[in-house]
């Protein structure tokens, strides 16, 4: 016999399919879906009441339906262009197989789809862009944040300059990286853009700090007992600290993985829109200065995307937490 079982947040609604519902599985349904209905709901209207009242300089700001259709532009736009791209590789084909059938001699050089990235390509860019900038950063702070951790004299050598360096603006640090790379990053064939790696290099100095400060917080935390069972095994420095510290100090490291992804993701769209890289930053920055009667609502569709996108990687880093850290009871935020 075959016995089904659904995760804790499940159970309410299996017990409503049943229709044996508890008290408490009644308020849990509520907690889950009744109040953020509600509450989304109350939000619409609000944003609806106001949007009627502010006229600006590019017409009515744009309530939810304006956004909504925006939104469905966005994805017609997207179909359109995708459309044009399979044109243009079936015409380049045609021509390549007429041309050779002329002249087998012939070599043929196939050309790449040059139109104008769309929404969805622009949010792709963006994500490539930040988790590039959030791996570097993490690269850096881990193995630096161990460091700090273990050693007290590299502790009071770094931290000054950790706590001088960790409010600068990303503001503040484009125009310095921009200047860098430009002078340090030349060829004749780059493999990639000057503004990608202007927006990476930005969103790492940015991101770093959080992760730095909590893996240090974390290898400074480790029981004592557990670094005494490392004595006693007589384990050398590697071997402790991949036995004793890391498993120990994984919660504190990725609750500031987590900060450090959510400061990328917002660093990134102010790197995007002063460093012109192609990305949502740059998208909401190009339909500003458009400046059409559709702007505001392009714009609102990208602040709505920016933020669940901003959701769904936190949630992601939290599932990954929650698989691979022993203290379940630190991963439930």
């Not at 009744?34 to 744009?62: E, K």
């Amino acid at each position: 016999m075959v016995t089904l079982t659904f995760p804790t947040w499940m159970e309410p609604y299996r017990a409503l399919a049943t229709g044996k519902v508890s008290r408490d599985q009644w308020q849990a349904l509520m907690r889950q879906l009744l109040w953020p209905i509600l509450g989304i709901g109350l939000f619409l209207l609000m944003w609806q009441f106001a949007a009627q009242r502010i006229d600006t300089s590019l017409g009515q700001f744009p309530g939810p339906a304006q956004v909504w259709e925006q939104a469905g532009n966005l994805v017609s736009e997207h179909q359109q262009s995708r459309e044009r791209e399979v044109a243009f590789h079936e015409r380049q084909e045609k021509y390549i197989a007429a041309r050779l059938q002329q002249q087998p001699d012939w070599e043929p050089v196939t050309r790449d789809y040059t139109g104008a990235p769309t929404f969805f390509d622009q949010i792709g860019t963006s994500l490539i862009t930040v988790m590039s900038g959030f791996l570097l950063a993490s690269m850096i702070a881990i193995p630096l944040g161990i460091v700090i951790g273990l050693s007290s004299t590299v502790h009071a050598a770094v931290n000054p300059l950790v706590q001088l360096f960790k409010p600068v603006s990303p503001l503040a640090w484009l125009p310095l990286v921009t200047m860098v790379v430009s002078a340090v990053y030349v060829s004749d064939d780059p493999m990639v853009s000057k503004s990608f790696l202007t927006s990476m290099f930005t969103v790492t100095l940015c991101c770093l700090w959080p992760t730095l400060m909590n893996t240090a917080v974390g290898v400074t935390s480790v029981s004592q007992d557990l670094t005494n069972v490392s004595r006693v095994l007589r384990l050398n420095a590697l071997s402790h600290v991949r036995k004793i510290v890391l498993p120990s100090a994984l919660p504190m490291m990725f609750t500031g993985l987590r900060l450090s992804l959510g400061i990328a993701w917002m660093v990134l769209i102010a790197a995007e829109m002063l460093a012109q890289n192609p990305g949502l930053g740059k998208f909401v920055w190009d339909e500003f200065q458009n400046g059409s009667s559709q702007s505001l609502g392009r714009i609102m569709v990208a602040v709505i995307v920016i933020g669940l996108i901003g959701f769904l990687l936190d949630r992601l880093m939290l599932m990954l937490q929650r698989a691979l850290v022993w203290d379940k009871a630190s991963a439930q935020r």
